[in-house]
């Protein structure tokens, strides 16, 4: 098939680049002129595993292009997928503005009849909207479908080539036909295709995104019982995870979740109910859950350290969660935003999100230094706050920790604050410091050990 795909973000240059992966011929189109040129020269302007040799491989082979409009043959396309952002507005409201200019690009151009798949996430009607803006400008019959995307940044290849389900919100027949064939190489282990109308698929991916978000929030909110009630997340988790109905997945406390969708799509969701008269309880408690973990971790280091005034906290990992360069929303932004209004300052370091923080946190001047390298920046810091699990942070030398943090000042050891549970407490306190966890409690050492 010839296929077009608006936006080259996480989600539209997976995508594209996946169907030109199948065979298909491909054109990415994006409004960012500099994002075309460097794909053009085979540089990917995100960072997701896997992803740059499949873009070169499919350049080389003639299968994918990019530009910055549609050009022919790609007017006579069969579909164009729509996967431009949808970001909040100052009112929580998903902006849906380049959605509708996307379909408007497609009115204009478009020279035969073909689908417009809405892969974006979107407001429930929105879909709808779409047809009716088109039914007014299109010369072709264009058909507007709802394809929400389930991938995940830092497995997003991954998860296109072996999706969990599909899900196609499309009213005609031939809609549904087209686009189960297009994904019907996907499906080989199982067909796993939910189909249903637009708006019930619409309202599918906000549903999906806020109960995950509210089995982390009801985690954190459990951690922070703990922390005070002397009761251990872990031991927690695993008796509420082991009950089948419940699982075990999506049930770790850590330091609120963040990224480009949960967030947003929580209170998109929050604002949809405002909108219908339905209030979203359970998804305001989540955000309101959420926000509130970036206090917590704040206090945490205040436990250890004191007042954070004049104090310096090293956070290691700045994305949203490893594997991943996206600083939307994460977790680092959250905690910084506390620190600075606390009158601390911060030194940071990630693998691949560094310079989109240091972007972030420019207006923060030298209140917020980031390092090329993990130790540097724990030099003279008074704690280190662990907040994402890259690979590269799981075995540290802990005495190097110990060397680079500077002491309390009351005669204690520095701290570290695993904001994701995953060092063991043992190995910390060896090293000569002090450890605190989520959620969990580490018994003081016995008298003689270490
Ligand atoms: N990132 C994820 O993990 C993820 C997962 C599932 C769904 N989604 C949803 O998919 C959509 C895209 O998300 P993303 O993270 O890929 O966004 P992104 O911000 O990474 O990329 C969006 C791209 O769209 C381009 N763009 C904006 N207006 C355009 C237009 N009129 N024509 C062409 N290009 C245009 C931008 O320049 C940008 O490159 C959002 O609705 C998001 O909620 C994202």
Known sequence: MRLVA?????????????????????????????R????????????????GDLVRRNGRAGRLRFDTEVTPPFDEADAYFLAVG???????????????AAAGQVAKVARRPALVVVKSTVPVGTCDAVQAGLDGKAKVALEVVSNPEFLKEGTAVQDFFRPDRVVLGARGQQARDTLRALYAPLQLSGERVVVTDPRSSELTKYAANTMLAM??????????????????IHAVRLGIGSDTRIGKRFLYAGPGYGGSCFPKDVQALIHLGRANGVPMRMAEATHQANEEQAHFLARLVEESVGSLAGKTV??????????????????ALKLTDVLLARGASVTAHDPEAARNYQKATAAAGARVK???RDYD?????????????????????FAEIRKRLRDAGDGKPPVVIDARNVWKPAEVTRAGLRYQGIGVHTPAAAPGEP
């Open 314 to 331: 090293a956070l290691w990992g700045l994305a949203f969660k490893p594997e991943t360069d996206d600083i939307r929303e994460s977790p």
């Open 6 to 34: 608006f936006g080259v973000g996480y989600v539209g240059l997976v995508t594209g680049t996946g169907l030109a992966e199948l065979g298909h011929d491909v054109l990415c189109v994006d409004i960012d002129p500099e």
């Open 370 to 372: 980031v390092f090329d």
């Open 215 to 232: 089995r982390v929030s009801f985690m954190n909110e459990l951690s922070r019982l703990c922390h005070v009630t002397g009761a251990d």
């Open 377 to 397: 920046a724990l030099d003279g810091a008074h704690a280190l706050v662990l907040l994402t699990e890259w690979r590269s942070y799981l075995a540290p030398s």
């Open 86 to 100: 949808t970001p909040p507005g100052p009112d929580g409201s998903a902006d849906v503005s380049a959605v509708h």
């Open 36 to 51: 075309v040129r460097a794909l053009r020269d085979g540089v990917i302007p995100i960072y997701e595993p896997g992803l």
